[in-house]
């Protein structure tokens, strides 16, 4: 999911710009007439990779699980699209990657192919590809060099020093443009800082599309830091880090950030450490310096790993003061 774009109260259109498959961060579709999710394209590993290798097409991997989790059909549909190939020449490819690859080649177009494959799993909500044309993801490293593709980037053991698409120009949906523009509620995370975070934002015209928006605008801070993406980095500097790539905090794109401050039990805490992950700092004033306002709760869900607790998050956004102009 960057996050959702869309509509909260059931009045209301909500967008998010969507990293990976975090759609399930408004949960509550009961309250929410519209949602859009518009979702990164820059995966290359796994299935993804081999298709966007043996067909020049954009990924589907994450487009498929942001389908699937707005998907009215939560059974055997949605399933059938998770399914993944054990053996044999499809291996590794999921049956819903498979589909939209082919949807993809009837249609010729892979975001006709993304809405026709939404109407047959009765999507809830619209899933827009941040851009239709076929881009590369590029990091400049803290040791110089430039890495190119997703996968080196996170495979790095040199920290992201700036990220870039490839090509530069790539433009966004129409249709991404215009949810962004009539959406009451706008949310960006959670999910990896730099390749699905900000990610969405370097498609040229979303982060301009954002500041102008009269939406509620809202970052959804992630619980822990993350390996190759954002180690010893606070919860401001997560901020700071989107802001350096979207022009800077002259062109304000969030209004509030939610952000853990629930404790998180020893025993988690030490799985993560092997890791080097450690819980992000809440610097509370630090992000109301950015023009940002903090909004504390605990967010969290444990398990056998860590997860947002997304009721507790729909009710936390559903419940901010909306933004006029």
Do not use: W
Request: proline share 6%; with cysteine.
């Amino acid at each position: 999911m960057p996050a959702p774009i869309g509509s909260r109260r059931a009045t209301d259109r909500v967008g998010a710009s969507a990293p990976r498959n975090n759609i399930p961060a408004t949960p509550h579709a009961h309250v929410i007439r519209d949602l859009a999710g518009i979702v990164t394209v820059t995966d290359d590993g796994g299935s993804s990779g081999r298709l966007r290798e043996n067909f020049n097409m954009l990924p589907p991997g994450d487009v498929r699980n942001c389908m699937v989790a707005v998907s009215e059909d939560e059974h055997l549909l949605a399933r059938l699209f998770q399914y993944r190939f054990r053996q044999g020449d499809l291996e590794g490819h999921s049956f819903g990657n498979l589909f939209l690859a082919a949807m993809a080649d009837i249609t010729g177009d892979f975001a006709q192919a993304v809405q026709t494959s939404s109407q047959i799993l009765a999507a809830r909500g619209r899933i827009y590809p941040a851009t239709n044309t076929n881009v590369t993801l590029a990091a400049q490293m803290d040791n110089g060099t430039i890495v190119r593709g997703e996968t080196s980037i996170t495979a790095s053991q040199h920290r992201i020093i700036e990220l870039m698409l490839e090509p530069s120009e790539a433009l966004p949906l129409p249709e991404a443009l215009d949810a962004i523009a009539h959406a009451d509620l706008i949310t960006l995370g959670p999910g990896s800082l730099y390749t699905s975070l900000i990610t969405n934002m370097l498609v040229k015209g979303i982060a301009e599309a954002i500041a102008c928006s009269p939406a509620t605008r809202v970052y959804v801070g992630n619980l822990m830091t993350q390996a190759n993406e954002s180690l010893g980095l606070s919860a401001s500097q997560h901020i700071e880090r989107i802001l350096q790539h979207c022009g800077g905090e002259s062109r304000p794109i969030f209004d509030y950030a939610l952000i853990n401050t629930a404790p998180i039990s020893p025993e988690l805490l030490t799985q993560y450490a092997l890791g080097g992950q450690s819980p992000i700092e809440a610097d509370l004033d630090r992000i109301r310096s950015l023009g940002v306002e903090p909004v504390t709760g605990s967010f969290v869900h444990e398990g056998d790993l860590l997860r947002h607790d997304y009721d507790r998050l729909a009710e936390a956004l559903l419940s901010l003061p909306r933004r006029h102009g």
